[in-house]
């Protein structure tokens, strides 16, 4: 067996014994794995997300970990377009594991506009020192609660959390991981 042979089973799992004393198999299988989730986080993939109460929401992928969500939600699953953003829900960084078939599958791409790439403004917060900072491009600025106020926190939310806020924003109803996330709160 050569490498142009290997297919990778259905599953997309491989025990490492079937790898053993094969290395350019472990190699070829290991950086299709890789390949692929750098394909799911490439700028201007939309994915869709179904909701507990069979809705679909979306969002589209900005620079990893960074998502822009949109504020509709759809009775029928939609095709990728610009107009799933014409009204931005929130922008906030995403756990790298929330893009796949299996969770929220990657259904096509749209070209980014200057709305959509629009660089977020995060607070951080300092649990030691009780000080607060903005966090924008890489960059971090100490500064004050007031300032912080109604800015999204620099944290990576999972899958799961998203879709309760999906939800609660649909039904224009406060989120219990925002509420717990407020800037106000922390002190």
Known sequence: MNADSFTL???????????RD????AALYFSRIDMARRKNWEAGNVVEIKLADDSYC???????????????SHKEKQKA?????SDIGF?????????DEKSWPVIGSI???????????FYKFNVISKKF?????????????????DLECAAAWDPEHIESR??????????????SLKAENKV
């Not at 094969?22 to 198999?25: D, E, L, T």
């Not at 070209?111 to 403004?121: A, F, G, R």
């Open 58 to 72: 979306y969002g589209v992928v900005i620079d990893f970990p960074l998502i822009v969500f949109g504020s509709s």
């Open 81 to 85: 377009s610009r107009k799933l953003f």
């Open 166 to 179: 999906l939800i609660d924003l649909k039904n224009g109803t406060p989120n219990k991981w925002v509420e």
């Open 91 to 99: 922008r906030i960084w995403v756990m790298k594991y929330a893009i």
């Open 111 to 121: 070209e980014l506009d200057s709305d959509l790439e629009k660089e977020p403004t």
């Open 133 to 149: 900072s903005h966090y924008r491009n890489s960059v971090e600025t100490e500064t004050g609660l007031e300032q912080c106020i």
């Open 9 to 19: 089973p259905r599953s997309g799992f491989v025990q490492q014994s079937h790898l």
């Open 22 to 25: 094969k290395p350019v198999m």
